[in-house]
């Protein structure tokens, strides 16, 4: 996707419409990802569930800070149509390396391929993992109102922080705020673990429906940054907590496809989110 669309922009100019197709394919290929992810790391981790959670989120956040550094070194240095091809060699060279794990590690997953009959089968056996689990409905339940909310910040910040913090500079304190509480939750998930964790995860996610409330009380800008902040432990803390605890409740064979309903369900209603926040 991010490969196809830097070469058009190379090539030639890119309406608005193609851009918003480009981001739909790549919406769908991460709905795809994300879950699969989820059984993968089941399937190396063992007993260090947690711990290679954490360490994939730690990842993600360094990433986030570093990411937009040399996104806009390569914007001002070559371009943004080449930066968009760097981006997309990236994903890549993140399927390289995911080639390299060991097969013997997907022997449940292997086994598990003659028993299955078919994409609708497979869908409800998913649904069965989630509906035959009051925690994890209510858990499902739960992240979407969160996700809702949290959704106000993306449409609002950059608006908001133009007309009332100074602009650009502001907003991207946030992002960077949020990416260091990530890096912060993730290191502590390395060691933390609390007798009931989903529960410290209810808690530690609820400062990320607030930072969009602040906002649109034009709060003090220490206060935004704060919430944002808490917001990356938050949902580092809330998801290392959900999918660990997932990856020992269901097992291998299904990880997949019961996860599969956690992402669709708690990401599907964003542009709900997005929608009410529209100014």
Not at 99 to 110: I, R, T, W
Request: net charge negative.
């Amino acid at each position: 996707d991010r490969d196809v669309t830097g070469v058009q922009t190379c090539a030639l100019p890119i309406s608005f419409g193609e851009i918003v197709i480009s981001q739909v394919v790549l919406g769908a290929a991460t709905s795809f990802f994300w879950p699969a992810s989820s059984g993968l790391v089941q399937a190396v981790s063992g007993e260090y569930g947690q711990e290679a959670n954490a360490l994939k989120v730690i990842a993600g956040s360094c990433s986030g800070l570093l990411g937009p550094a040399i996104g806009g070194a390569l914007v001002v240095g070559v371009g943004a149509p080449w930066a968009m091809l760097c981006d997309g060699a990236s994903y890549l060279l993140s399927a390289l390396l995911l080639s390299g794990v060991s097969v013997s590690a997907l022997v449940a997953f292997e086994r598990d391929k003659e028993e299955r009959s078919g994409f609708l089968a497979e869908m409800r056996a998913g649904l069965r993992e989630v509906t035959s689990r009051r925690w994890l409905s209510a858990e499902i339940v739960y992240m979407c109102l969160g996700n809702v909310l949290a959704a106000s910040f993306p449409v609002l910040a950059p608006l908001i922080c133009r007309q009332h913090y100074g602009g650009a500079a502001a907003y991207a304190l946030f992002g960077v705020l949020a990416a260091v509480g990530m890096l912060v939750g993730g290191a502590t998930m390395l060691s933390f673990k609390p007798r009931y964790p989903l529960r410290a995860g209810v808690l530690a996610y609820t400062p990320a429906m607030l930072g969009g409330v602040a906002l649109g009380l034009h709060a003090p800008i220490y206060v935004v940054g704060l919430l944002e902040f808490a917001t990356g432990v938050g949902g580092t803390v809330s998801n290392t907590f959900l999918w660990t605890t997932l990856q020992e409740q269901i097992p291998p064979e299904a990880m997949s496809r019961g996860s599969s309903f956690e992402y669709g369900g708690t990401l599907s209603v964003m542009p709900i989110g997005y929608a009410m926040a529209c100014p």
